[in-house]
């Protein structure tokens, strides 16, 4: 299923675009997509019944309705630094030996095409594409990737906005570069997993400007999906709801020759994972 949330920021309600692209009305069902309903099999099963029933949901009109974050009420969004082969490579560092891991607020969630702000001052807001796990199953302690794997309810494809100068030259940890307001678009969709079947075989995009600057897949990652979970779960306890950003691919600012080309306001950025959907920002100053 692709399960999302639409209207004005704060007051989305629940829907599901069906296969036929229309979009469904899910309230009548369930109060909001968040972790209650991704752990409550019985409801989830009544969603897919009324998803398989032709006119069980009353449609939407998408015309000029905003597509918010695919997720309510988040926990906590924790994060995979240097996950690519090749975008480690670009960064000039060694392949890591264990995940790195920093947090992003639930706050910096923004809808797909929401604004996305630059910071006061920032000169070094950088781009990341990124595919974000999203967890249905309390998980502790587990001891496989395939137990990763089976705790993970779907998909989604996220923007890491970073702004580089906070992250590396300002002292203490990553945090103070990924935390600004808007740093973190989710959406369109939440796919559930059993529609990604194998989500180290995933394209993932993006352009600034219209100019192709990422260019990856999944299969690049250092720590696939499966291995991330089981061993964020021997740290800290995930919860239903919980999200988890998987790193990105090569490409970023960052990377570049120097000028390096960092976002500023007035700049469009679109960026896509196959098959979990497109995002399109614009850039503008806080």
Same mark, same amino acid.
Do not use: C, H
């Given at each position: 299923m692709k399960l999302l949330r639409v209207g004005t920021a704060g007051a989305e309600r629940p829907a599901l675009l069906d296969r036929d692209g229309t979009l469904r009305d899910l309230s009548g069902i369930v109060p909001d997509i968040?972790?209650?309903?991704?752990?409550?099999?019985?409801?989830?099963a009544r969603v897919r019944a009324a998803a398989a029933s032709p006119g069980a949901l009353p449609a939407l009109d998408a015309t000029g309705l905003r597509i918010? /974050?695919?997720l309510g009420r988040i926990g906590k969004i924790v994060c995979i630094g240097l996950n690519y082969h090749d975008h480690a490579a670009e960064a000039g560092a060694e392949i890591p030996a264990e995940p790195i891991l920093f947090f992003k607020a639930p706050d910096t969630v923004v809808g797909p095409?929401? @604004?996305v702000l630059v910071p006061r001052g920032s000169r070094?807001?950088?781009?990341?594409?990124?595919?974000?796990?999203v967890i249905g199953r309390t998980a502790r302690y587990l001891e496989t990737a395939e137990q990763g794997l089976a705790h993970v309810a779907g998909y989604a494809t996220a923007h890491d906005v970073s702004e580089r100068e906070y992250q590396i030259?300002?002292? %203490? @940890?990553w945090d103070k570069g990924k935390n600004c307001e808007t740093f973190n678009p989710l959406g369109p969709w939440l796919v559930t997993a059993d529609e990604v079947p194998d989500p180290q075989a995933l394209p993932l995009r993006l352009w600034v400007n219209g100019e192709l600057r990422q260019d990856g897949t999944t299969a690049? $990652?250092?720590?696939?999906? %499966?291995?991330?979970?089981?061993y964020l779960s021997h740290f800290m306890t995930l919860y239903p709801g919980d999200?988890?950003?998987?790193?990105?691919?090569?490409?970023?600012?960052? %990377? $570049?020759?120097? /000028?390096?080309?960092?976002?500023?306001?007035?700049?469009?950025v679109e960026l896509e994972?196959?098959?979990?959907?497109? $995002?399109? $920002?614009q850039l503008k100053a806080a």
């Open positions: 968040d972790g209650d309903l991704l752990a409550d099999a019985s409801t989830l918010g /974050p695919p095409d929401d @604004t070094k807001t950088d781009w990341e594409v990124e595919l974000a796990v030259e300002r002292g %203490g @940890t690049e $990652q250092i720590f696939p999906v %499966g291995e991330v979970v089981r999200v988890i950003n998987t790193g990105t691919p090569a490409g970023v600012a960052m %990377g $570049q020759p120097e /000028p390096k080309p960092y976002l500023r306001a007035g700049d469009v994972v196959e098959g979990l959907g497109r $995002q399109r $920002q």
